[in-house]
């Protein structure tokens, strides 16, 4: 049985505004994030997705607190906030970054702060713990605050359990960007693919942090593999 992708979209028309120069398509999207809406998906076992605040956000709600992959713009915290008590009252206790782009760690802080425990690939602490650019998005990231670095990194890949369910987080390699991992939700077969997967145009390759096509094309070979 075919598993279930969710994956970032927000970013559909990034590397023509980048190229064209003026104003960075990061601050377009943080803007625009400040009135987004958010909506959800139910996919299987309790399982949902959230898009419409940067990269889609999976939510496994349960006794032990959300766990969150992904953590959307930072500015849609009262509607995303709005969007997690609607599907339980329980807090965020971990949070998940597929990878460093900001459009899936930009929340970090406020979920840390509601005490929610951040895991990541190691590159992704890495690039947030100082200041990075972004050629393509002619955009330079301040270094995070020390409350969005994910207190738990890993190399290779790493097993969570939680509200009784596993959790497999499996390292790329370099693909997108240095610091892509998946999210395989094992008992209900729920994929979460982090920016590994476009749909219906081509890739953003961030090469400043390490992304390359060859790696993109291996990230996609695995991703089919895994759900068909
Ligand atoms: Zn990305």
């Known amino acids: 049985m075919g598993g279930m992708a969710a994956a970032g979209m927000v970013l559909k028309g990034f590397p023509a505004i980048a190229q064209g120069g003026g104003t960075s398509p990061v601050i377009i999207i943080r803007k625009a994030a400040a009135t987004a809406k958010i909506t959800t998906t139910p996919l299987r076992g309790g399982i949902s997705m959230l898009d419409g605040s940067g990269g ?20 849609s915290k009262p509607q995303l906030s709005v969007a997690l008590e609607a599907i339980g009252r329980e807090p965020v206790s971990r949070l998940v970054n597929t990878h460093w782009h900001f459009d899936h760690t930009d929340g970090n ?20 713990a100082r200041s990075t650019r972004v050629e393509d998005w002619n955009f330079t990231f301040p270094a995070a605050p020390a409350g969005a ?18 959790i497999v987080l499996q390292y790329y390699g370099p693909a997108h960007t240095d610091s892509d991992i998946s999210v395989h939700f094992q008992e ?16 953003f390759i961030d090469y400043s942090t390490g992304g390359n096509i060859d790696g993109m094309i291996r990230a996609a070979e695995r991703n089919l593999k895994v759900t068909t």
Do not use: C, M, Q
């Not at 802080?109 to 890495?126: C, M, P």
């Not at 738990?152 to 890949?157: A, I, K, P």
């Not at 982090?194 to 219906?200: F, I, L, P, R, V």
């Open 109 to 128: 802080e406020w979920l840390h702060k509601s005490g929610a425990a951040i895991t990541a690939h190691v590159n992704t602490r890495r690039h947030l």
């Open 56 to 75: 889609n956000v999976v939510v496994l709600p349960g006794k032990e607190g959300k766990l969150l992959v992904d953590a959307g713009i930072d500015v």
């Open 188 to 203: 209900d077969d729920v994929l979460h693919v982090a920016d590994t997967w476009w749909n219906g145009f081509y890739p």
């Open 149 to 166: 670095l994910p207190g738990t990194t890993f190399e290779s890949g790493k097993t969570i359990h939680h509200n009784g369910r596993t």
